[in-house]
């Protein structure tokens, strides 16, 4: 298949970029690393009337520390992030998570912000940027906003962003020293969408679990917290008995869809074996620390 007819527009700056937006009525889309937004254009799923190129606007390729977060700038490609070592040092749970996105081809293109725009629900991207209590930033002609992860995912490849903005980075919050973390996934081909991942963050304070945190995919239109199964950790000890009951809780509180992958039966089997993995994984990783 080839796309509808377009405009091609090499945009210059952020300002250009929403300005070329906004004079397409609605109708535009950024091109990051259109490891997405092409074969969806090539199916013609979506037809934008202006491709408004982003790729050259100088200084978003970057990963920079920020007081208590690391902020990956619009072009900062997959390889980027599962190889940076601010990433590596700061944030491990997303080191680990990265080696399961894609193949090289895809990772030397696609770009972090671009996943999170795209809302994938099998994506690890938005999954790990409501782990860490993401910030997305946002450029419109006028203004500029940040946002809550939590509030920017809207559904299955839907966002609260407005078609006359662009995001230009996502911030994510570094964890506390000491915090342990796991990332399990399963997927039938290294490289695949995964059918489910998990990702856990767990602090490990006199003996009981703290600060527990959550992300799934593949268990639902878009990629979730579990609050409430994380707020019945808080707490806790981090036994076996307490990681089974919390993974029991989870695959009680999802409702998964059946698709051509997976019924929605195996999906919550699988999703509670790695929540069961991960909260052990993590607790094991975490620091032992006193109040
Ligand atoms: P694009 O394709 O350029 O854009 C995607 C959408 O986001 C478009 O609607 C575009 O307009 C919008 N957009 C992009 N950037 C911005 C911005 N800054 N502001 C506003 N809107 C924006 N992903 C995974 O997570 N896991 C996988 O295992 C995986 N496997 C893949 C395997 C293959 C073979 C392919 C082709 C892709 C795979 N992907 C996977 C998807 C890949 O990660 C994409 O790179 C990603 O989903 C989109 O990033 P992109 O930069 O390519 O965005």
Known sequence: MKPARFDYVRA???????????????????????????PMMNFRLVKPSVLVDINRIPDLDRITLAADALRLGALV????????ALVARHIPVL???????????VRNRGTFCGSVCHADPAAEMPMMTLLLDGTIHIASPHSARAMPARDFLTGSLATALEP???????????????????????????????LAAVAVLMRRTDGRARDVRIAMMGIADTAVRLTEVEATLEGSAGTPAAFDEAA???????????????????R?????ALARRALADAWNRADETSD
Do not use: C
Not at 268 to 272: E, N, Q, S, T
């Open 12 to 38: 210059e700056s952020i300002a250009h970029a929403v300005e070329v937006l906004a004079g397409a009525g609605g109708d535009g889309k950024v091109l990051a690393g259109g490891q997405s937004l092409m």
């Open 164 to 194: 006359d903005e662009m995001v230009t980075a996502v911030d994510l919050a570094i964890p506390a020293d000491g915090t342990g973390w796991a990332f399990e996934e399963f997927s039938r081909r290294h490289g695949d969408y995964a």
């Open 268 to 272: 919550r089997h699988l999703a509670g």
């Open 95 to 105: 080191h680990a998570a990265m080696k399961h996105v894609a193949h090289l081809t």
């Open 77 to 84: 490609r997959h390889r980027l992030t599962a190889e940076d």
């Open 248 to 266: 029991a809780l989870l695959q009680a509180s999802i409702a998964p869809n059946s698709d051509l992958n997976a019924s929605a039966d195996y």
